[in-house]
């Protein structure tokens, strides 16, 4: 183990050296600082409860960009920024009708570094307008991956726009691991989330379907927490020790992998522009 | 336009009962009888033993399971206050973060708390005991304070058939839980103006016990206001927990609600499946309980009846008024909810007519609360309680 | 063997249609996946919202034998996108014969069943909808 990870797992108060596996510092790969969150929890006590979770890295996007700005410039070693195509929370269902989200985006990505854009919600056919086409594109010209949270069809219809864009699936579209699984199949540049879903493990335990999945494809699914609402900062560190616990049911190599690896190599891939 | 034209009508004069169609007629069944039968807690052998019942009356009201002999049950659960306290957040020993709530109805729970952190009565009677920042109390204390009683250690071995001196402290706690649950289970609400109405609706008979507003009010509830969703059954309470946007900051951090609670009953040593229930079998729900990333900041879905006299409302008392808890539906920040299919909650957008129905007809929903009362008699053979 | 298991029989409806050589559906309601059916009773029936309640379920493979394998069940409302609060615990009383206990709905409205079924390292997921 090492000397950091025992100190992570000391200031925390876990019994590391007492487990049979050792304390993990995840990478959380979907963290929203929105503004009604920056305005309870100010950057550096945010920045303070990621890393008492055990974070290595932090996916953050925020409505407004000025969020996950402000948290990148508080802990740039700990923050992975993406873009996030709303100015405000309430723009869910009606972002990508409004073509003044184009030249917004075009000037952030001038401007700063992200490794992503999203996570923005797109369904079906509605992946095929023009604001979402742009926003694809952009994702290509700046090397970010497209954090979409939607259904198959939307994932389907933005890789016909681009069969090399690199999508993470956010909450792997709340689909059951069969549909999860032939996704993956059709598309290797797709990678899932599992922000907000309990179906993959129960009490520590892995579901056996979920097992076959994470085993098929170690190097394609990440964790994350989803703070939708200010008060989920605080349920940063619950989520860390629940994943914990039912990564803790896989082979170490799959587990560390899921559990910080695959979410550090994204980083890695979108940042090295 | 529909719904305006709707409240209007209902307004201006009282609807049939052929106004009412076949799912409205169903859900308004799906709200009684009332009051419902009486059902024993299988997990606390003491319950609804008349012993049981008046010993833990006198424990309700006694001082000494506090530190200092400061504070009683009562004292927060007042008898002339829906035994709850009318103030949004009570001091005890300490400040609290959570609203004291009603004690009406409980024998028909199963889950006890805000957050649930306990499945069954006797459990929860015993937390406020030990809570520093409620009676403070220590295990130690109360049991040399009660074994000094003879008159206590009397009517407790004729209740429960066991010699106080025998017991541990730890079990000598769980008895005054299950007798404080005893009592607890006699305070009950009485037949509502409501109830008449529904009986009324499913015999056929005028429909007089409502007035249109309240009628109009009912329609709403069941309907597009889809309040019944989780105010569901006889208890208006679906008996789970949900988060409907209300902040769950406290001064300190969060109140992380069911998650926790879920966390705290499935390791209690006193929930019903383990060493001091007298029915593990009556602890399926816990048993099957699952831990989920909704129940962050989910609290207590709790009973609407006596709800116009139970001011102030939510888990930490943040609002005042019925009004304003109908002002917070209307204007819901669904921005805060998180769910991808049918929204369950979201703004209600009630006209000013349709807030005074809905409001019309919560208040219609009380009535007496009745308590079990003294009973001299009972311990006839025992020295008299000391005070 | 337990009562449960003497008395399963007893209250056994054979479904139209489901008939097969060695494997009998029992129950009020039925589905059907790629190469299973199963059958299902709730006890108590109907079920009341906010009660917890049990299935009584037979579940059979298209070539008449017995379904054997482990069931993971679960219960969703299909417009509102949630489960239940409870997970519940599947005991296999006979081939062919399981009972599942701790469901719970927590919310009138449809319903619907679901029973992942897993054999021989295949699986398939039989939905059953329970409207009200």
């Avoid at chain 1, 929105?34 to 925020?62: C, M, N, Y």
């Avoid at chain 2, 007042?78 to 009318?86: I, K, L, N, S, T």
């Avoid at chain 2, 009485?190 to 009986?199: K, L, S, V």
């Avoid at chain 2, 609002?319 to 002002?327: F, K, N, Q, R, Y």
């Amino acid at each position: 183990m090492k000397l950091k990870q025992m100190l992570a797992a000391g200031l925390l108060g876990l019994s590391a050296l007492a487990g049979a596996s050792p304390f993990m510092e995840l990478v959380d790969t979907h963290i929203h600082y929105s503004h009604d969150a920056w305005e309870r929890t100010p950057p550096p006590e945010a920045i303070r409860l990621l890393r008492l979770a055990g974070l290595q890295k932090a996916f953050v996007s925020s409505s407004s960009d000025q969020g996950t700005q402000m948290l990148y410039a508080e802990a740039p070693d700990l923050i992975v920024p993406v873009l996030r195509p709303y100015r405000k929370r309430g723009e869910i269902s009606t972002w990508f009708r409004d073509e003044t989200v184009i030249p917004m985006l075009e000037d952030l990505l001038e401007k700063n570094t992200y490794a992503g854009i999203g996570e923005f919600h797109i369904y079906g056919d509605d992946a095929n307008m023009p604001v979402i086409r742009r926003v694809v594109e952009l994702a290509q010209q700046y090397h970010c991956f497209l954090h979409l949270h939607g259904d198959a069809e939307a994932v389907e219809n933005v890789f016909k726009q681009d069969p090399n864009a690199t999508i993470l699936w956010a909450h792997s579209g709340f689909e059951g691991p069969a549909v999860v699984s032939q996704m993956l199949a059709r598309f290797p540049n797709l990678k899932a989330d599992l922000a907000f879903r309990n179906d993959h493990a129960f009490q520590g335990k892995v579901d056996a379907q979920w097992r076959e999945l994470f085993l098929k494809y170690p190097d394609r699914i990440m964790v994350g927490t989803d703070t939708f609402a200010p008060e989920r900062w605080h349920y940063i560190m619950d989520h860390a020790d629940w994943t914990r616990e039912w990564l803790k049911d896989l082979p170490e190599s799959v587990a560390q992998k899921i559990g910080y690896q695959n979410g550090l190599d994204l980083a890695a891939w979108a940042l090295n522009k | 336009m529909m719904r305006l034209l709707i409240s209007l009508l209902f307004t201006c004069g009282l609807a049939a009962a052929s106004d009412w169609s076949a799912t409205e007629r169903a859900f308004v069944q799906s709200l009684g009888p009332w009051p419902q039968a009486a059902v024993a807690d299988a997990s606390n052998r003491l319950s609804g033993d008349v012993r049981a019942i008046e010993l833990g009356r006198q424990l309700f009201f006694d001082r000494r399971l506090s530190a200092n002999n400061a504070l009683a049950c009562a004292d927060c659960h007042r008898p002339d206050a829906q035994f709850a306290d009318g103030i949004a957040l009570n001091r005890g020993f300490g400040a609290l973060a959570r609203h004291t709530p009603a004690l009406l109805n409980l024998s028909q729970r199963y889950w006890f708390g805000w957050g649930g952190e306990n499945d069954n009565l006797w459990a929860q009677s015993m937390r406020p005991i030990l809570t520093p920042e409620e009676m403070n109390a220590s295990l130690t204390q109360v049991s040399e304070t009660l074994r000094q009683d003879d008159a206590f250690a009397c009517r407790f071995q004729a209740t429960t058939g066991l010699a106080l001196q025998t017991l541990d402290e730890q079990t000598q706690l769980v008895w005054i839980g299950k007798l404080l649950a005893a009592y607890q289970e006699t305070i009950v609400t009485g037949r509502t103006a409501f109830d008449t109405f529904r009986d009324q609706l499913l015999q056929g008979q005028p429909l007089t016990a409502l007035n249109a507003s309240e009628q109009a009010g009912l329609k709403l509830f069941i309907g597009e206001g889809r309040c019944v969703f989780c105010h569901s059954g006889a208890g208006f309470s679906n008996g789970e927990f949900g988060d409907i946007g209300v902040s769950f900051f406290t001064a300190s951090g969060v109140d992380k609600g069911r998650y926790a609670g879920i966390q705290s009953v499935t390791r209690s040593p006193f929930n019903r499946l383990g060493a001091f229930s007298d029915s593990i079998a009556s602890g399926s729900r816990t048993q099957h309980i699952q831990l989920l990333h909704r129940n962050w900041g989910e609290f207590r879905v709790p009973s609407l009846r006596n709800v116009a006299d139970t001011a102030p409302y939510m888990h930490n008392g943040s609002v005042e008024t019925l009004a304003e808890v109908v002002d917070f539906y209307s204007e819901l920040d669904e921005e805060r909810l998180h769910t991808d299919g049918e929204k369950i909650l979201r703004p209600l957008h009630l006209s000013a007519p349709e807030k005074q129905n809905l409001i019309a007809f919560l208040q219609s929903l009380s009535a007496p609360v009745s308590a079990a009362t003294d009973q001299p008699d009972l311990f006839q053979n025992c020295p008299q309680a000391a005070g | 063997m337990t009562i449960k298991r003497l008395l399963l029989p007893l209250f056994s409806l054979t479904l139209a249609g489901q008939a097969l050589a060695d494997c009998q559906l029992s129950g009020d309601y039925s589905g059907h996946a790629q190469s299973l059916s199963v059958g299902f009773s709730t006890l108590p029936a109907p079920v009341a919202i906010g009660e917890a309640f049990s299935l009584m379920l037979t579940a059979c493979h298209d070539d008449g034998t017995p379904f054997t394998g482990q069931i993971t069940a679960s219960a969703v409302m299909p417009a509102h996108q949630h489960g239940m609060n409870y997970q519940p615990t599947v005991q296999r009383l006979a081939p062919g014969h399981y009972r599942l206990d701790g469901y719970l709905f927590h919310m009138p409205g449809d319903w619907q069943f679901q029973f992942r079924m897993a054999s021989g390292g295949r699986y398939e997921t039989v939905t059953v909808d329970y409207p009200q």
